[in-house]
């Protein structure tokens, strides 16, 4: 199984809902990253999962939680979001967090109404 | 600061070769991505360097030069499948991926 699924594929949400996004790999990756991309943009890293820990977080807003509560699984958690959060969120695992390519989910389009 | 410099958008035709250039500054090296992305899809690996040299797969070759940060990705037997962007990304010192904003390549019958 070399995939990275994510659910939901599209969500539409209004600025006072909660939400959560998930993503999920079964490659025994032990790095789990999230990513927001905004149309004809480069991926924007959000946060970084190592061993279950998190090691990067970009300074991202707090209306974004992020959650993993295990090596396989990965949250994020909506809330009180603006429109100008609607983007693509592309999550990616690797092997470890060194040297590695990322393979990436599908990614949830999320518009905030 | 750290720079990843790749063109906007290239035009090629199908069955041709086309060479997609990136040159990048960086703190620190840990070796440079290929990645394809179709439009609203995720990004897919494409290709790994981090020595210096040409590393050929397929349809596709990536050539790094460490020296001149410096690299280039090359497609050749073009189809139209390959219309896409294409995103190179350096690895820096703290194992963080930089990206370009990547080239968008269309391909003409």
């Known amino acids: 199984d070399t995939e990275v699924t994510q659910t939901p594929k599209h969500l539409v949400m209004g600025m006072t809902n909660k939400k959560s996004l998930k993503c999920e790999q079964h490659m025994g990756h032990r790095a789990m990253y999230w990513y927001k991309q905004k149309a004809k943009k480069p991926p924007e890293l959000m946060f970084v999962?190592?061993?279950?820990?998190?090691?990067i977080n970009e300074s991202v807003p707090s209306r974004f939680s992020p959650e993993c509560p295990n090596s396989s699984l990965l949250n994020l958690h909506l809330h009180a979001l603006q429109p100008e959060d609607s983007a693509l969120y592309l999550c990616?695992?690797?092997?470890?967090?060194?040297?590695?390519?990322?393979?990436f989910g599908p990614g949830t389009r999320l518009t905030v109404t | 600061g750290q720079n990843i410099d790749q063109p906007t958008e290239m035009t090629a035709t199908e069955g041709a070769i086309v060479q997609i250039n990136c040159t990048y500054q960086t703190s620190g090296f840990n070796g440079l991505f290929w990645y394809q992305q179709h439009a609203g899809e995720a990004p897919t690996f494409l290709s790994y360097n981090v020595l210096d040299g040409l590393e050929e797969k397929g349809r596709f070759s990536s050539f790094l030069s460490r020296s001149k940060g410096y690299s280039y990705l090359l497609l050749k037997e073009l189809q139209m499948k390959d219309s896409a962007s294409y995103l190179c990304a350096v690895m820096d010192s703290n194992y963080q991926l930089i990206w370009g904003a990547g080239t968008k390549l269309i391909i003409k019958p």
């Open positions: 990616a695992s690797s092997h470890g967090r060194e040297v590695d390519e990322q393979y």
């Open positions: 999962y190592s061993y279950e820990k998190l090691s």
